[in-house]
């Protein structure tokens, strides 16, 4: 059987009211829950609302086991009609789940919430890179950088990319970094700097790949129409699309993650926005290989088009399409990406100051859990 | 994991058992469906393609011969034992019979994508036999 596409059809149905965050770095001392229930307070403050409007609660478990909406509720103190937890990260599924919720009312007012303290507690990356210990660990395959260098290795062989416009991800997102108060790395980064630096799992090096960080975030999701109710400025879900391919782990060209673009031909055609109708961008960027390929999966660049793409500047403020305004994960803070979607509702409310996209009023944040599941969002100033 | 604290794999566990075996013969083996003939690889108890349970017969030989699809070279140990393997490569095969292969290549500083290979059966220990790879002169 082909894959059928279905479009969900989510416009009007919610809107974002709460943003808050952290700071990012490191917690000693603190658990998750109590990190994340930090994010919360400041995103209840943001909506200008108690904890006894929340009839909903969305957490993200971490990689360890903490977060579970079991764990925040007694801590929290609340009984909320709708509770649930996901373990996906990045914040586009537990988005996705909560507008979901309401359009199906089983709840009105929902809180997301992820806190974490991996970097105290020394959570690493470095573990195997597959579920099939036995196949893959006696051979060194450590670390999940492992399939991404290999994933940007293919991409050079296809269309020619080189180190140096891979090296302009990690640059330009410095850049931004620099002008984000809440970003864990802040010193300047130039191409030759980058270039200089020495590989860790080649071809990618220290400054491809993300470090973990201790932090919280939340974000406070209503009914559309109730929007106008609470103290910020709404900000609107126009468009959501996943796709799950746990299967695809066999295809021959997997990690090039091919199924990308069956969320991007559902997301656009359920929202009635297109591409080129997007001001700024999110990808979650655990890699910086994640940048070129999500470019060109969503087709805001042909396919190896990025490269070129990134080495003229385009994604930096002032370019055709700025990209992780934040920072990203490479240089404002890990947080399993859930501070793309923080960031893409400050830029939408225009709140950003010297990083901020001039007129910014559509926002597009796409992200993938592992290599067998992404999922996209499209945000809007308008309903 | 061995005693020794290198990275070894579980050759005992039942579903793996028939690989470890053959490679220790020299032979590179994978499940093939009785049902539907799928190859499947990495192993599994049943068939995902037609969900017939498999049985120890499903393992049959395959060409222990592929090519290079992609590569990484690890300039990091991210374990122990690793520190004086660094640099060291781990490719990823399409073996010509289908599945992909995670492994190494040995005996080269000259990998390239589409390059081809054919198995190098390494004894590791007298229990377990790595199949690792070279590249065909």
């Known amino acids: 059987m082909s894959t059928s596409s279905p479009s969900a059809n989510v416009r009007g149905k919610a809107a974002i009211v709460g943003v808050g965050t952290t700071r990012q770095g490191e917690h000693p001392g603190r658990s998750a829950e109590e990190i994340g229930i930090e994010a919360l307070q400041l995103a ?32 929290l103190g609340i009984d909320p009609a709708f509770s649930a937890t996901l373990d996906y990260g990045t914040c586009n599924f ?23 303290n991996q970097r105290t507690n020394r959570v690493r990356f470095t573990g195997s890179v597959d579920r099939n210990r036995s196949f893959v660990e006696p051979y060194g395959y450590l670390h999940i950088g492992g399939p991404f260098a290999m ?16 090296g302009h991800v990690a640059v330009v997102q410095r850049e931004y970094a620099r002008m984000n108060p ?42 559309a129409d109730r929007a106008k109710d609470f103290r910020a400025r709404p900000i609107y879900v126009l468009g959501v699309a996943e796709h799950a391919a746990p299967r695809a782990s066999e295809l021959e060209d997997n990690l090039m993650r091919p199924w990308l673009k ?37 087709g805001f660049c042909a396919p190896g088009e990025s490269g070129p793409f990134l080495q003229q500047g385009q994604t930096r403020l ?57 999922a996209a969002t499209i945000l809007g100033v308008e309903p | ?98 599945p992909m292969f995670i492994t190494n290549v040995v005996r080269t500083n000259d990998l390239a994508i589409d390059r081809r290979v054919k198995a190098y059966y390494d004894d590791v220990t007298p229990e377990v036999t790595l199949v690792k790879f070279q590249l065909v002169p």
């Open chain 1, 262 to 298: 069956n969320v991007a031909e559902r997301l656009y055609g359920s929202s009635g926005i297109d591409r080129k109708d997007v001001n700024a961008l999110y990808i979650q960027d655990p890699f910086s290989v994640y940048i070129p390929m999500t470019l060109e999966a969503y």
């Open chain 1, 44 to 75: 209840l403050d943001n909506a200008g609302i108690d904890k006894s409007k929340i009839d909903g609660l969305i957490t993200c478990r971490t990689a360890e086991g903490y977060g579970i909406d079991t764990a925040y509720g007694p801590l």
């Open chain 1, 94 to 116: 537990s988005l996705h789940l909560a507008v979901m919720a309401i359009a199906s009312g089983m709840a009105s007012t929902i809180a997301l919430i992820y806190g974490c």
């Open chain 1, 182 to 223: 809440l970003s864990v790395f802040r010193d300047p980064l130039s191409i030759e700097d980058y270039l200089a630096s020495p590989y860790l799992i080649a071809p990618l090096r220290r400054h491809d790949i993300t470090m973990i960080s201790d932090g919280g975030a939340a974000l406070i999701v209503t009914a």
């Open chain 2, 1 to 98: 994991m061995s005693n020794d604290g290198r990275l070894l794999p579980d050759v005992s566990s039942p579903l793996t058992a028939p690989f470890w075996q053959a490679a220790r013969e020299r032979r590179l083996v994978m499940q093939h469906c009785a049902g539907c003939g799928e190859i499947r690889w990495p192993p599994k108890s049943l068939c995902p393609t037609c969900l017939r349970a498999g049985t120890v017969d499903d393992w049959k030989q395959v060409p222990d011969s592929g090519t290079i699809w992609s590569f990484a070279v690890y300039h990091r140990a991210f374990h122990p034992s690793l520190n004086d393997k660094i640099p060291y490569n781990v490719v990823y095969i399409k073996l010509d019979a289908g």
């Open chain 1, 151 to 166: 994933a940007f290795r293919r991409h050079q062989h296809l269309y020619g990319t080189t180190e140096e416009q891979l």
């Open chain 1, 318 to 374: 002032g370019g055709k399409l700025p990209v992780n305004t934040n920072g990203g994960q490479l240089s404002e803070a890990y947080m399993w990406g859930w501070l793309h979607l923080c960031e893409a509702v400050r830029q939408l409310r225009g709140e950003c100051g010297q990083r901020q996209v001039k007129d910014a009023k559509i926002a597009q944040y796409c992200s993938t859990m592992a290599i067998m599941r992404g």
